[in-house]
């Protein structure tokens, strides 16, 4: 079955860097896309972004340029969030999901999210 | 701000039927999909392209689009149901969540 599983809680202090991983299994890693999204305390979903796990090029969300990056080690199926510069405002869950792809009557690639990892807390704390 | 509206809140009776909206002038020209999220767990999708439930999900739940109205529609609620839920787009190259709606059921 397709698993999403997700490195453990996270507590840094302000301007230090974070790397959350999320290591796939129950599917080839490289046929999906990968998809980051923000909860922070009291909040909403917020979607970050995507990389395309065949090619390894990112897609970022407005609001989520310069420190964020999203990589990926396809030898062990795993994607990873990298925030550099932390704020006390980063401080939420993180969660990756897994994309699944459709065309519409247009031709036009469309996505949703099937498969969720249950997050990663992400403190930022002096 | 969100471009896709929904209720914060929306209570229902045991055994009831609730009705979660996501309003927005895109829905009617894309396919909405919705998402179950519950505490400490993985977001669940319970609706994918208005109205298509993964094998997965109890056939008590339902959803619709018509308008500039989606619907994510839970018949005979139960307990297990209370959780938030977010309906969801793809649109010019960007995904988009509505804001959420807490399901009470009570």
């Known amino acids: 079955q397709v698993q999403l599983v997700q490195s453990g809680s996270e507590l840094k202090k302000p301007g230090a860097s974070v790397k959350v991983s999320c290591q796939a299994s129950g599917y080839t890693f490289t046929t999906k896309t990968l998809h980051w999204v923000r909860q922070a305390p009291g909040q909403g979903l917020e979607w970050m972004g995507w990389i395309n796990t065949n090619t390894g090029i990112p897609t970022y969300a407005q609001g989520f340029t310069g420190r964020f990056v999203f990589s990926l080690d396809t030898s062990v199926s795993t994607a990873y969030l990298q925030i550099s510069r932390l704020k006390a405002e980063d401080t939420a869950v993180y969660s990756c999901?897994?994309?699944?792809?459709?065309?519409?009557?247009?031709?036009?690639?469309?996505?949703?999210?099937?498969?969720w990892g249950r997050g990663t807390l992400v403190t930022v704390s002096a | 701000s969100h471009e896709l509206t929904q209720p914060l809140s929306v209570s229902v009776a045991l055994g009831q039927t609730a009705r979660i909206t996501c309003g927005g002038e895109i829905i009617g020209r894309r396919d909405v999909h919705w998402y179950q999220d519950k505490p400490g767990q993985a977001p669940v999708l319970v609706m994918y392209r208005d109205n298509v439930r993964p094998s997965e999900i109890s056939e008590r739940f339902s959803g619709s689009n018509s308008g500039n109205t989606a619907s994510l529609t839970i018949s005979r609620a139960q307990g297990g149901d209370e959780a938030d839920y977010y309906c969801q787009v793809w649109d010019s190259s960007t995904l988009m969540f509505g804001g959420g709606t807490k399901l009470t059921v009570l």
């Open positions: 999901a897994r994309g699944e792809m459709y065309y519409d009557g247009s031709g036009n690639r469309l996505y949703y999210l099937d498969f």
